[in-house]
């Protein structure tokens, strides 16, 4: 079938095609493959000192949304309390001081399974306060756990 010309002037009109589409979405395609690939490829396993700062940012992070389950699943089993006793404690602290918000981990040093780093944070109350606590994690059923009340 010959192309479609255009009456006045009788050259072939220009029909636009799905071309142009087709070959952005093969690059898009390729490229997300590729980084699919390259994230496959790299290990995308933490260092014991990304775990550790998770860990202190996970805990920190279930008790101010009073969460005794996430509390309990990043805090070591040595420093377990009932879950009355940590939620009445992380009341009255955010009473007093006002939320806790960490700001860093750092000094990390992994002995085996056990590691001390220190945890600097600061209260909502006093944002240019910056506290930095000893803080004590131990690996526990293969994930670092805090293991120890990091409080002032």
């Not at 131990?138 to 670092?144: K, T």
């Amino acid at each position: 079938m010959p192309p479609e010309s255009d009456p006045d002037t009788g050259r072939p009109s220009d029909r636009p095609t799905a071309a142009p589409f087709m070959v952005a979405l093969v690059i898009i395609v390729l490229v997300v493959i590729g980084i699919w690939l390259a994230n496959l490829f790299e290990g995308d396993e933490l260092t014991d000192e990304q775990q550790i700062g998770r860990a202190a940012a996970a805990q920190n992070d279930a008790l101010q949304r009073e969460d005794y389950r996430d509390f309990v699943a990043n805090t070591c089993r040595a420093e377990h309390l009932t879950e009355r006793e940590v939620l009445d404690r992380q009341r009255s602290s955010s009473a007093e001081q006002g939320a806790r918000f960490i700001d860093g981990v750092s000094g990390v040093t992994v002995q085996g399974d056990r590691a001390t780093a220190t945890v600097t944070y600061h209260f909502d109350k006093s944002e240019d306060d910056k506290f930095g606590v000893p803080t004590t994690f131990v690996r526990e059923d293969g994930a670092w756990k805090v293991c120890s009340t990091g409080s002032e």
